[in-house]
Nanobody, 118 residues
């Protein structure tokens, strides 16, 4: 199994930056793709960014040019650098990791709150 712990959320003014971290433990050798989703109050969870084991990245249109996803395999950690934050980026951010444990599975972090004030 894989366990994920997120950190780095908080309150920031519009135009500011935050960096989220998601540290993995457990069966880390089996981890494949990783990424971030977010969920704002009253809205469905939406994909923000993904990164493959080969470091290919993909972003939702609403964060392109502002957010950067990266991974440090030595630290088993994925990061989400968020720049030029907007009030509409306010949400709980969840990281995930896909891994194979008998079959392909997904683990989720506990979520970290990001609040952007105008």
């Amino acid at each position: 199994q894989v366990q994920l712990v997120e950190s780095g959320g908080g309150l920031v003014q519009a135009g500011g930056s935050l960096r989220l971290s998601c540290a993995a433990s457990g069966s880390i050798f089996s981890i494949d793709d990783r990424g971030w989703y977010r969920q704002a109050p009253g809205k469905q969870r939406e994909l923000v960014a993904t990164i493959t084991s080969g470091d290919s990245t993909n972003y939702a249109d609403f964060v392109k040019g502002r957010f950067t996803i990266s991974r440090d395999n030595a630290k088993n950690t994925v990061y989400l650098q968020m720049n030029s934050l907007k009030p509409e980026d306010t949400a709980v951010y969840y990281c995930y990791a896909d891994f194979v444990w008998g079959y392909r599975r997904r683990s989720w972090g506990q979520g970290t709150q990001v609040t952007v004030s105008s």
